[in-house]
């Protein structure tokens, strides 16, 4: 069983981790985080849609608006876990 300093070293060094592939922290306690970041949009599949498909294109761009979100819980093992 980990100590509570011992998990909070996990979350930030796992934090860190997250925040270098464009995560940012939308809320953190002593053992817990929830992550965010924006849904990227491809390009290049956009202007094909639109090229070929008009319809599908503006669903495209209306389904990939807004945030995806992650919650990152350190367990009394010193785990990481994701949901």
């Excluded at 498909?53 to 994701?82: A, D, S, W």
Aim: charged fraction near 25%; aromatic fraction near 10%; glycine fraction near 6%.
């Amino acid at each position: 069983m980990k100590t509570i300093e011992e998990r909070k070293a996990i979350l930030e060094t796992e934090i860190i981790k997250q925040q270098k592939k464009g995560w940012r922290i939308s809320s953190k306690t002593e053992t817990n985080c929830q992550l965010m970041r924006d849904k990227n949009r491809s390009g290049c599949l956009l202007v094909i849609l639109f090229l070929f498909f008009i319809i599908p294109g503006i669903f495209y761009l209306l389904l990939t608006h807004g945030t995806t979100t992650v919650f990152l819980e350190i367990n009394e093992n010193g785990e990481i876990k994701y949901s």
